[in-house]
């Protein structure tokens, strides 16, 4: 008998052969029946589901799981005046003076009009030092107590970041080059000695709270985009506890200063990691540049409002090619992050010289972010078979209006984001997160992708490059799959396939003309491998334990 029947349903299955049904059936941790809701089969436990919209679990295949939010951390999220900055991290710094470090997350870079943030903005609000973290974690507001702390006022540098200065050689209070550096084994050490917020404990309480967000979420697997080999422990320790409520992919992160004994760090840690159906190694995380609102991306032509800047790379010219060539010798898929159309070409360059040097085939390494992307560029994702990791909610205009429009020029603006023309293209569009930069709910990447606005609804700008609500579920879910080798198996609804789906509480197709609405919907049951991790029917859900299930088959 079936054991699970999800019936009177909108099921979109993202399978050519039946694209839309009525019911499916579970049994077995696999998808058991495809069709409609007269024909279903009778079951051990059956939900109807009055016309709701059932889809392939979500793939979020760029989610900062280690990320998240702190509990000892003030959320500056909305937080889009110097006032209200002062205010969020004066009100910590009061209400815990147990506090060793006031610490504050997500400030966006347009808080002070026309200037960086600058140390002086953060005078008389804590008598302790004051850490803030950018929304893109690529770039740290520090006070001047805790430029003295840390010995930048007394012209030291730090592991984990590289100190602005001013024209007389003292520190503005600003840190650029931050994940890309925090992220090395040294950065790692320096900033968990320095900063609480980056201690062990309090990572694997991120990690925990953005999973159960996630299954929350009708998220079935996450690529977790960056892992220090250093923080492998934390995932085992979460998949020992059976707390992995979603699938977790783990791309480990490579410096770009790393040798070949790294890469054989590397290679060691993903063969002799456990075989496990819910946890598993492989990607490799790389940079070709770094972020376009503090101009350090780097850019084919000069930032327009810096002329004689460009940005730089992640690596002096060539050793990116050299890297990914050597890692895709080894068997690695990579995931380099580029977001400037500089940076996109060097990543492009790279993976052609590679897959050319080394005849490998259908490796499908991921360029993530193109957020600036060259005419000329774009048919390459589709002849080399590159999966674009895009992000629809870092186009909103209430994140890049101020900055990032502003760097790259009006004149650039069509090469922003180009969702619409790299699907028509043929390439591979695996949309995602990228939490907790962007909100984790993928109905706000829905709204995104279909508005190109905040989420006021206001300000929608290169209407061209908007998808419809079907492109960008297959954003989340088949392609998604496609981009980790896994679309015989997950990002699909057909007979045989693994069971992870999404019930969501709507018809979400009746908010196409009207996106607004997605917004006001949520996730209804998140199923994964055929178990019911989340029901928000019910008063208080809970993600389900896998238990003892650590030796099945990998998803590959």
């Given at each position: ?13 993202f ?13 077995g941790?696999?998808?058991?029946y495809?069709?409609?809701a007269d024909?279903?089969p009778d079951?051990?436990?059956?939900v109807?589901l009055?016309?709701?919209l059932?889809t ?7 989610n900062?799981?280690?990320l998240?939010?702190d509990?000892?951390?003030?959320s500056?999220?909305?937080a889009d005046?110097?006032s209200e ?5 004066a009100e910590?710094?009061?209400?815990r003076?147990?506090?060793g470090?006031?610490?504050a997350e997500?400030a966006?870079?347009s808080i ?8 002086r903005d953060?005078a008389?609000l804590?008598?302790r030092?004051?850490f803030?973290?950018t929304y893109?974690?690529?770039s740290?507001w520090?006070?001047?107590i805790?430029?003295?702390v840390l010995g930048?006022a007394?012209g030291g540098?730090?592991a984990?970041g ?12 600003w840190i650029?080059?931050f994940y890309?550096?925090?992220m090395?084994?040294a ?8 900063i ?5 404990e ?5 990690l ?11 998220i079935t697997m ?7 080999l250093a923080e492998?422990d934390l995932?085992?320790?979460a998949?020992?506890?059976?707390r ?12 770009m ?5 790294f890469?054989?760090d590397l290679?060691?840690a993903v063969?002799?990691?456990?075989v496990?159906?819910r ?5 490799v995380?790389?940079y070709?540049d770094?972020?376009?609102?503090p101009h350090t991306?780097?850019?084919?032509d000069d ?6 800047h460009r940005?730089?790379?992640s690596?002096?010219?060539g050793e ?5 060539t050597?890692l895709d010798r080894?068997g690695f898929?990579?995931h ?5 159309d ?14 050319r ?14 957020e600036?992307l060259?005419p ?9 078979g590159v999966t ?7 186009c909103s205009p209430d994140?890049?209006?101020g900055t990032w429009?502003?760097?790259?020029g ?5 090469r922003?984001w180009?969702?619409?023309s790299?699907?028509?293209s043929?390439a ?5 997160s990228?939490?907790q ?13 279909l508005t190109?606005a905040?989420?006021?609804?206001r300000?929608?700008w290169t209407p ?8 960008a579920i297959?954003?989340y879910t088949?392609e998604?799959a496609?981009?980790?080798h ?5 990002g699909?609804?057909?007979?045989g ?7 969501w509480?709507?018809?979400?197709y ?6 607004a609405?997605?917004l006001e919907?949520?996730a209804?049951?998140t199923i994964?491998?055929g178990?019911i ?5 019910t008063?208080?859900s ?5 238990g003892?299930r650590?030796?099945c088959?990998a998803?590959?």
């Amino acid at each position: 008998m079936t054991d699970l029947l999800l019936t009177d349903a909108h099921v979109r299955t993202f399978d050519d052969a039946l694209p839309v049904a009525g019911a499916i059936g579970i049994t077995g941790g696999r998808i058991s029946y495809v069709g409609s809701a007269d024909d279903a089969p009778d079951a051990r436990q059956t939900v109807r589901l009055d016309g709701a919209l059932v889809t392939p679990g979500i793939i979020d295949s760029h989610n900062h799981l280690l990320l998240g939010f702190d509990a000892d951390a003030v959320s500056l999220e909305g937080a889009d005046t110097l006032s209200e900055v002062r205010r969020r991290i004066a009100e910590l710094a009061g209400r815990r003076p147990d506090l060793g470090w006031v610490c504050a997350e997500n400030a966006v870079y347009s808080i002070v009009p026309g200037r960086r943030p600058h140390a002086r903005d953060l005078a008389g609000l804590a008598d302790r030092p004051i850490f803030v973290t950018t929304y893109d974690q690529h770039s740290v507001w520090l006070n001047d107590i805790a430029l003295r702390v840390l010995g930048i006022a007394g012209g030291g540098d730090i592991a984990w970041g590289r100190p602005e200065r001013d024209e007389w050689g003292e520190p503005t209070g600003w840190i650029t080059d931050f994940y890309t550096s925090a992220m090395t084994t040294a950065g790692l050490a320096g900033l968990q000695r320095d900063i609480p917020l980056y201690s062990p404990e309090r990572r694997y309480r991120k990690l925990l709270a953005s999973l159960e967000l996630a299954t929350a979420s009708g998220i079935t697997m996450v690529v977790e985009p960056q892992v220090p080999l250093a923080e492998i422990d934390l995932l085992f320790r979460a998949r020992a506890e059976g707390r992995l409520s979603s699938r977790v992919i783990a791309a480990l992160f490579h410096p770009m200063d790393a040798d070949a004994a790294f890469r054989r760090d590397l290679r060691e840690a993903v063969d002799s990691a456990p075989v496990d159906d819910r946890l598993r190694f492989g990607p490799v995380k790389l940079y070709a540049d770094d972020v376009i609102e503090p101009h350090t991306a780097w850019m084919l032509d000069d930032y327009a409002n810096r002329p004689g800047h460009r940005g730089h790379p992640s690596a002096p010219i060539g050793e990116l090619t050299r890297i990914v060539t050597e890692l895709d010798r080894l068997g690695f898929q990579t995931h380099t992050h580029a977001t400037g159309d500089g940076g996109i070409r060097l990543a492009l360059d790279a993976i052609e010289h590679a897959t050319r040097a080394n005849r490998t085939v259908d490796r499908r390494h991921g360029i993530v972010h193109v957020e600036c992307l060259h005419p000329d560029d774009l048919p390459r994702f589709a002849a080399l078979g590159v999966t674009a990791a895009m992000q629809p909610r870092h186009c909103s205009p209430d994140l890049v209006a101020g900055t990032w429009m502003e760097n790259v020029g009006e004149e650039r603006w069509d090469r922003a984001w180009r969702f619409r023309s790299l699907v028509e293209s043929g390439a591979h569009v695996a949309l995602s997160s990228d939490w907790q930069v962007g909100e984790m709910d993928p109905l706000v990447g829905f709204y995104s992708a279909l508005t190109r606005a905040g989420l006021d609804g206001r300000d929608g700008w290169t209407p061209g490059e908007r998808l419809g609500l079907e492109a960008a579920i297959r954003g989340y879910t088949r392609e998604g799959a496609w981009a980790w080798h896994a679309e015989d198996e997950l990002g699909v609804l057909r007979v045989g396939a693994r069971a992870d789906v999404a019930a969501w509480s709507d018809d979400l197709y009746r908010f196409e003309d009207d996106p607004a609405g997605l917004l006001e919907q949520r996730a209804q049951l998140t199923i994964v491998g055929g178990e019911i991790v989340h029901d928000a029917r019910t008063a208080a859900s809970q993600p389900v334990s896998y238990g003892e299930r650590t030796h099945c088959s990998a998803v590959h």
